[in-house]
């Protein structure tokens, strides 16, 4: 016999230090490649030269796959920690949850601000990292400490000769290759994040080295417009409906709503086509934007929208909304934010909420007062915007069934079946989710397939066949048979019909027939050619069941069906002359689809042999005499004329209430 997994108190595990980053890595990093733990390193000599105190960021790729970076900053303090007594650098690369950009609203911070939140950065760099060599110039010193194995060994801090007046910190990274899907840091990508630096950091000069056999390639980055500049080069050749707009905004000391220092600078303008935008946090690339992007979109959607109304641009009848003015703007966006919160430790997106007002005030004016100042790029802008609303209320009278990769994709809620024979394929139309459980269970898996339909169908005799799918159960039907809707003069295309037999299949009573007439009516509107190729057809579900108790040894106990009231009659009177006593048989009357089980569901109505199933046809010659009925019944004009009708033919009508 198996021994028995033991669970007591010896099963519980305490991960210490690194240990947790090394166990979970997906937890604290991406893993595709080691960018984001070098990245790491970038954005705390970044953080130094947003504080003001770094003048120089310099990155080399050596040939054995490390990276250096390195800054001339005030260099990682390298003396004792006064709670934990170990050098302040060992505890930056050792422990989680610590680093010198907390306690910010305090005045404690080292920064004020930076993308660290969690002090895990370089710990998690180190964790991932076969080796990490530092080196600090600090106080006329040359200070160096070695790490390896995750972090596990720990090197002694020593002393390694005089610097002078020279200050910074030199990280060399050996990035662990167990734990990332490619070794490589990607090139594109490094140097996308090194250019942003030079662009959000005026001043500071970013350079790339990479060695190789041949010697050292440099790249060095510099942009004296700063973010104009940038946003210009990455537009290339293509032209700006208007010039860039460019500004900052900084909360003042006095600001009753935000902390000193926060806000934003942005370059921004809008194109003939769409020009994919960035945005960034205390120098972080958020690549998933957040609630800063959402912040600039309403501050300039609202300045542009007091400029459409102070000069009466808007056409009448045209509603302006947000991405009317926002699709064809591209943008950089640098937030300076004191607190930011960030979705997860790799920072692609901002989570903080104060973040949209920040944003959207200090652009709001600023933009108003440009718009104004340049009202021929303003009215180029509001003519792009209005357009784009334009074009959004043309397109919103149009629905077309949704696709993924030109294939339409079938309605989740479909149970569609094996068989890909049209010739035997069945499509139950159910009602109700309830009737379509039933249905799922009780139907022949290979050949039948059930989409269930919530409520009625919208009454489609008057509909745009623009705005047909608009109706998310007319669009499921649709997509699920696999044919365009068409109009009775036309000849679609049945190659792509998916089942050979599409069965309405609804309760035996009034709400039932309701459904029955408002799905044929769109089958007769809409597809058409589907009732005249024979492919429509209505199943009788009972009203009725009976059951007969065991006569005897030779005659067991039986379980009729009776479709309607007549059957039900028909079914007594014959029970009644085989001798069955009246008061044995038992009748109970279904109230719907959903009230049958499974068993009874297949027996009755679709199991092929025993059910019944009434094909849909139109009369011959009846064509046009069909339509006006349609039209008496189902149009929204007709009241007055269905009135009359009612009251001439009321009294033919058979009605189960």
Not at 398 to 403: A, G, I, T
């Amino acid at each position: 016999m198996a021994s028995k997994q033991q669970y007591d108190e010896s099963s519980f595990r305490v991960l210490k230090g690194l240990e947790p980053v090394r166990e979970r890595p997906g937890m604290y990093t991406r893993t595709d490649s080691p960018a984001h733990i070098i990245q790491e390193v970038i954005d705390n000599a970044a953080d130094e030269a947003l504080a003001g105190f770094a003048r120089k960021i310099h990155v080399t790729l050596h040939p054995d796959g490390s990276v250096s970076v390195a800054d001339d900053g005030r260099g990682i303090p390298v003396g004792l920690h006064p709670d934990e007594g170990v050098p302040v650098v060992v505890l930056a690369f050792t422990q989680l949850h610590a680093g010198g950009k907390f306690d910010k609203r305090s005045g404690n911070s080292a920064y004020a601000f930076s993308g660290g939140l969690h002090g895990v950065g370089v710990s998690v760099t180190n964790a991932l990292s076969t080796r990490v060599e530092v080196e600090v110039k600090r106080d006329g010193k040359r200070w160096c400490i070695d790490f390896a194995h995750g972090g596990q060994t720990i090197g002694e801090l020593r002393a390694e000769g005089e610097c002078g007046r020279q200050r910074g910190t030199r990280v060399r990274v050996w990035p662990d290759a167990r734990y990332f899907e490619s070794p490589k840091v990607p090139m594109a990508e490094l140097e996308r994040l090194l250019r942003s630096k030079a662009v959000l950091l005026p001043g500071v000069a970013v350079q790339l080295d990479i060695e190789h056999s041949e010697g050292i390639s440099s790249k060095t980055w510099n942009y004296p417009d700063g973010l104009a500049g940038y946003l210009r080069e990455l537009a290339g050749d293509l032209g700006t409906v208007a010039p860039i707009f460019t500004g900052e905004k900084y909360a003042a000391h006095n600001d009753p709503a935000f902390a000193p220092g926060e806000g934003a600078a942005w370059a921004l303008t809008w194109f003939e086509q769409t020009l994919p935008s960035e945005s960034y946090v205390n120098l972080i690339p958020t690549v998933a934007g957040g609630t800063h992007e959402s912040g600039l979109r309403a501050g300039v959607f609202e300045a542009l929208k007091s400029f459409i109304d102070h000069h009466a641009l808007l056409p009448r009848g045209v509603k302006l909304q947000q991405d009317d003015v926002c699709a064809k703007m591209s943008f950089v966006l640098s937030t300076r934010l004191l607190d930011p919160q960030f979705q997860g430790q790799v920072k692609e997106k901002l989570n903080s909420r104060e973040a949209v007002k920040l944003v959207s005030t200090q652009v709001r004016d600023p933009f108003e007062i440009w718009l104004n100042n340049h009202v021929d790029a303003g009215r180029a802008i509001a003519d792009l915007a209005v357009k784009q609303a334009l074009a959004r209320q043309k397109n919103a009278q149009k629905v077309e069934k949704k696709k993924s990769s030109g294939v339409a994709v079938l309605p989740g809620k479909l149970s569609d079946c094996e068989s890909t024979d049209i010739a035997e394929n069945e499509l139950f139309l159910v009602e109700g989710d309830s009737a379509g459980g039933s249905a799922k269970m009780a139907r022949d898996k290979e050949t039948q397939a059930i989409l269930p339909l919530r409520g009625k169908v919208q009454n489609a005799w008057e509909i745009d066949p623009d705005r047909l799918f608009a109706n998310a159960e007319i669009h499921d039907i649709a997509v699920a048979l696999g044919v365009d809707a068409h109009g009775p003069g036309d000849t679609p295309d049945l190659s792509s019909l998916r089942y050979g037999k599409v069965i309405i299949m609804s309760d035996a009573d009034v709400d039932g027939a309701h459904i029955q007439t408002l799905l044929l009516t769109l089958f007769f509107r809409h597809f058409p050619k589907l009732i005249d190729s024979g492919h429509v057809y209505v199943a009788q579900p009972p009203l009725y069941r009976i059951d007969i108790p065991a006569q005897g040894k030779k005659r067991p106990a039986r379980r009729l069906y009776a479709l309607d009231e007549g059957e039900l009659t028909a079914i007594r009177d014959r029970l009644g002359k085989e001798g069955v006593r009246a008061d044995a048989i038992e009748v109970g009357r279904f109230k719907g689809l959903g009230e049958m089980n499974p068993e009874q569901l297949r027996e009755t109505t679709m199991a092929v042999a025993t059910r019944r199933v009434l094909p849909v046809h139109v009369r011959g010659g009846a064509e046009n005499d069909t339509r006006k009925m349609f039209t008496l019944l189902m149009g929204k004009g007709e009241a007055a004329s269905r009135r009359a009708w009612m009251e001439a033919k009321g009294d033919t009508v058979e009605a189960d209430l």
